[in-house]
């Protein structure tokens, strides 16, 4: 019943997520802050990904093609707004 | 209505796909919509003018509390949707009430540790520091409080119904909500808290 209830992938998935904070952590030390920017978004977009593919089982449905395509085009918005906005306004293109 | 019994409940109909597919473009521009807001936070961070500066004002203590809580539910809610397609209601029902406590921990965190920002001197008005901060933690917040709002009629309605193909397909739509406002805390999590700690 146990390992009815508690699928091995859902588990995994749970396990990695938690580790993966755990490992985020490590910013919180004196490192570099590029290599402490680069842990950070290592570690979220993996687990942006885990929740995605682990759990929110974006692969299963028939129409999964559009729904890539979708999440992909909101991603390329979403980075364009942010890395624009600090292109102009911080990296001080515009200055 | 032509039912496919191929296919999960969730999925059963056309109707159903259309939803589950019309939530997933919902949640694209839900993307859009924080994009907009981590990009105004990220613009104006270091602008806390005579008020408290990020480094001054986190803990990790509660904010890692809340991460274990949100990622605990994602799980949870996870796991009822993998009893839900064994058809097991009860472990279904009880995956979601767990669920749901754990979104109102998280929330009663973050209530209090708004009450702690706005103690230290930082609330709202302060600087264009804590203007965007808490318009994106709040945005976050809202959403969990309309999902708990959201989880708890759909909990009554399944217990009321049972497991068919309008709760059943609810509960999952319900469920990539729940995930996606993990994913949301995530990007918080690194790129506002143990950012603005490091």
Known sequence: MLKQLFPVKHVVGYVASLVLTLIALVVLMDLPAAVEIGILAVTAILQASLQLVMFMHIGESSEKKSLYINIAFAIFMALVTIFGTLFIFVWGWYA | ?198
């Open chain 2, 1 to 198: 209505m032509k039912i496919d019994a191929t296919q999960p409940l969730e999925y059963g109909t056309e109707e159903n796909r259309n939803k589950i597919f019309g939530f997933w473009l919902f949640m694209g521009a839900e993307i859009a919509l924080f994009a907009t807001l981590f990009t105004v936070y990220f613009v104006l961070v270091d602008r806390f003018a005579s008020g408290p500066s990020g480094a001054d004002l986190f803990v990790i203590g509660p904010v890692l509390a809340e991460t274990f809580i949100l990622l605990t539910s994602s799980f949870t809610i996870g796991l009822a949707v993998h009893s839900m397609r064994l058809g097991l209601k009860k472990q279904m029902m009880i995956f979601m009430v767990i669920t749901l406590v754990l979104g109102a921990a998280f929330l009663g965190i973050e209530i209090y540790e708004f009450f702690h920002y706005v103690h230290e001197g930082a609330a709202i008005t302060t600087s264009a520091f804590t203007s965007s901060l808490l318009t994106l933690l709040g945005t976050h917040g809202a959403h969990v409080t309309f999902g708990l709002l959201w989880g708890t009629a759909i909990l009554l309605q399944v217990r009321k119904y049972g497991l068919d193909h309008k709760t059943a397909n609810k509960s999952f739509i319900f469920s990539l909500y729940w995930h996606f406002l993990d994913v949301v805390w995530i990007f918080i999590f690194s790129f506002v808290y143990l950012k603005g700690l490091m």
